[in-house]
């Protein structure tokens, strides 16, 4: 029996700017996913997970349904794809990082299956090369055209410090969070799905039409004025660039921040992920950051009526 483990992830700030080339500061929830597996002589996978109906399936036959076998599906077919010799297995998955919440949960599973799957057959992966698996077995089974953020940080990230990583170049620089600072993290209770929401497609459609029209090969490379020359063509392609440019300036003063210890400066609140549900994410004072985030929930319960879940601190 092989046993692995991914973390979840939250990013700091950064938002739709892993596709774009940009910055991107995610860290790791102390929530895991944990994966036990183990091979058999046969190609048969079947694949057990808490709460959701089993799988099974036969390697080489892999293909999209619709479901969270997907993210299982995908990850055997891609190694398969890059020539990692595998056999059938029986696995079992138990997630303490919660689906919908917008923690990434799905790249938490398929870093996790893969570090299994690494151990069990003897794969040479390392953790960097196995995200870009994680990622492609996202982007061409479950069909999310996401970045590659998720991956990369569950499975390079680590609690009490935040990955800085330069998507142009893929240079990840590991930045302290000091221990007097804290993360809340509440779930929104409105599910938080990439692969259903086209609107997470779309956003990224639009920023490479844009790209496309400044002649620049990604909005890495765009700048304020281009914000300006884009808003008589579309104010909706406008908007994209302008928060890609000036995102990628607040990763910057964010970092530049935390590492001066000015933490007057790098407090907040926002969205956490893509947007479109999930989770809330908020800086704050690490003795206060229980009760903090127990108020907003309350606040939050009282204002809408929904019930918001505090799954950091833990
Ligand atoms: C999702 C994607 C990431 C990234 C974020 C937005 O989490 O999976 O690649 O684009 O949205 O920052």
Redesign the pocket.
Known sequence: MYRADAPGRV?LI??????NEGL?LPTATPQRTVVELSPREDRVVRVESEGYMPIAYRLGEERHCGDWGDYVRGVTWVLAKAGHPIRGFDAGIASRVPPGA?L?SSAALEVALLRALRDAFSLTLDDMALAYAAHKAERDVVG?R?????QLAAALARTGEALLIDMRKTKIERVPIPADVDIAVIDSGIAHD?AKQGA?NERRAQCEEAARRLGVASLRDATLSDVERLVPQSATLARRVRHVVTENERVRAFVAALQADDHARCYGARLV??GFGGSVLALVDADRAADAARAAAERYRSRTGRTGRVLMPV
């Open positions: 990013n950064g938002e739709h700017t892993d596709y991107v917008g990434s999310a996401v970045g590659t953020m998720d990439n997470y992920g893509a």
